[in-house]
């Protein structure tokens, strides 16, 4: 079964710093763009940061020159690095990625969610 299954969220002060770590499971993946999302409470889920899978990335307006999306294809690995964290960024954060399962085909998937906490 795919699963993606993010780590690394919890609570920091201001101007901390979080690395948030999304791995797909499962034999002979392939990931094609990964993604990063966040929803705040009581917003709508919005889009943060995305990296195809040659490793071309962007970010949302307000988190460019913070936040840094990496991945490592060998691993099926996909890691949001968050600096200069600020209390709005506090959000529930997921990982999407569009994926090609052996046997399966093409697919979406998406991450269970890891909470992010930032106190000013």
């Known amino acids: 079964q795919v699963q993606l299954v993010e780590s690394g969220g919890g609570l920091v002060q201001a101007g901390g710093s979080l690395r948030l770590s999304c791995v797909a499971s499962?034999?002979?993946?392939?990931?094609?763009?990964m993604y990063w999302f966040r929803q705040a409470p009581e917003k709508q889920r919005e889009l943060v940061a995305w990296?195809?899978?040659?490793?071309?990335?962007n970010y949302l307006d307000s988190v460019r020159g913070r936040f840094t999306i990496s991945r490592d294809n060998a691993k099926n690995t996909m890691y949001l690095q968050m600096n200069s964290l600020k209390a709005e960024d506090t959000a529930i954060y997921y990982c999407?990625?569009?994926?090609?399962?052996?046997?399966?085909?093409?697919?979406?998937?998406w991450g269970q969610g890891t909470q992010v906490t930032v106190s000013s």
């Open positions: 499962g034999t002979s993946i392939r990931a094609n763009t």
């Open positions: 999407n990625a569009h994926l090609i399962v052996p046997g399966v085909g093409p697919g979406e998937y």
């Open positions: 990296i195809t899978s040659i490793g071309s990335t």
